[in-house]
């Protein structure tokens, strides 16, 4: 149970992190950046599940995907394939918790970034994605560290929205914090203590990696 | 040859601000777009280098159309061939000072810019630090670095905005002769935008004088600020005095001319103007002599008596406002205040040349 729960947690964050890292740098840069109508509120849709309770963005969640919601029934149509309760299901969900905070940390380090760094580069004759490469991807990189971290603990903790999206099935969706909160309801009270001291650990590594890597240069 | 005319409207509150009507024309050496803050001098260098939009215009630079709201031309910032040195110079923090030449360098083998960067960094005086963080750079080195990777990018035109007005002074001056002999060795046309006046007169081969968003005289600098040709430019110049009077006669032998201001006359050089004709005359106030005593025998051509106003000390000199009927504004040192023992009240004489009272159209 423990060793499967692992498994499944890793798989599942790893995949999470990953989309919501450049989608949600992708999206803060198009709200840092742009001016179109409707930007707002698409800033208010994606920040939502981070008011939510996590339970209601998984009910929107399976409301959107499920077997007759619209983007899961032409999911369905095309490829004869249902994303509840599988391991994707889990990653999506940990993926729209973590989603707010990678475009919040993301967004507020390119907006704190000095325009006209990018004017330079266009003036040295550098195109759009050549500058953010090159420029404007580096000065932000410290702010959109923060929030790769803020979204991998995030989608390593989440437990209501992927229940309801994923289920609690073991050794399919049965992601660490579903397994403690099973262990622990069925009086398995060493294995809930041991994969909660793993989280406990994993949590403590990684805001360490995070200062590190965050950390300020060193002046001269 | 930069070809500029463009306007831009700037409405602030609701209410038609500030408004961009700038027509100029630079060709090559050092151009210098002098004004004071809020003249348009930036926005006018912006609108050039594809960063501001003007409402209507064309900029053109030798054959190149950069803008022109007629044929709708807008060329992307990245085509126009435009170094622009900011006043904090803006290095790349992420690299070091020769990333940040070679990140312009258009050469695409490795060799090729290597050498074009240790060219640059040589040109400007900075090779011993090329391998050092803008942060471990002093104010004036990063401005070198700035200028180098401008000039790296092989611009057809360099935009300078204030570019030496973070820099302490000793380093500005020796900037100042550098910027110059960098132009000269590279045959790149500068723009240069600066609001002081030494600047402008040192380094100008050509100066543009700009207020309130427009260019009120174009000339050599040392005769824009001797001999501004209106009002507006006067002002920009810093002519302190502007007098208003007629033509009272003309003394054609004497090769003077006499101007009344209703409770004085003054004397000018021959003008060709009609008797009568209303005139402006600007005079500087670092062109009038004061003196504690009537003296009859001088080439001055004017003297005029009065007593002081007030004084009021600015910096390195004090700006003396006399009352002779009309308020003059005369510029001593604190040196001369205290020869003359001068204070508010007590009597004095100016005297003015008639070479130094300049009529403005």
Known sequence: MIWSAFKISVLVVSVATVAVTLAGTALAFVLARREFRGKEALDSLVTLPMVLPPTVTGYYLILLLGRRGPLGQCLYALTGWTVAFTWEAAAIAAGAMALPLMVKSARAALESIDRRYELVSFGLGKSELETFFRVTLPLASRGILAGVVLSFARALGEFGATLMLAGNIRGKTQTMPLAIYEAFISGEDQKAQLMALILTLTSIA??????????????? | MLNVAIKKQFASNGRAGFALNAAFTASQGITVLFGASGSGKTTTLRSIAGMVTPDAGRISLGDAVYFDSTTRVDLAMQKRRVGFVFQDYLLFPHLSAAEN?????????ERVRRQRVDEMLKLVGVDYAAGRRPAQLSGGEQQRVALARALASDPAILLLDEPLSAVDAATRSR?????????????????????????????????????EGSIVQQGRPREVFNAPLNVPAARVVGTENILVGRIAGHQPEEGISAVDLGVCRIAIPRSQLAEGSRVTLGIRAEDI??????ISRTSARNLLAGKVRHLLRDGESVELVADCGVDLKVRITPQAERALELVPGVEIYLLIKASSCHILP
């Open chain 2, 175 to 211: 900037l100042l002769d550098e910027m110059v002999e960098v132009q000269r060795k590279t045959g790149i046309p500068f723009l240069y935008v600066t609001h002081s006046p030494a600047d402008a007169v040192r380094i100008g081969d050509s100066l543009l004088a700009m207020a």
């Open chain 1, 206 to 220: 990684v805001i360490y990696l995070a200062n590190v890597l965050t950390r300020p240069p060193k002046a001269a």
């Open chain 2, 289 to 294: 002599i004061v003196s504690r005593e009537c």
């Open chain 2, 101 to 109: 030449v070679a990140y312009g360098a258009k050469a695409r083998h």
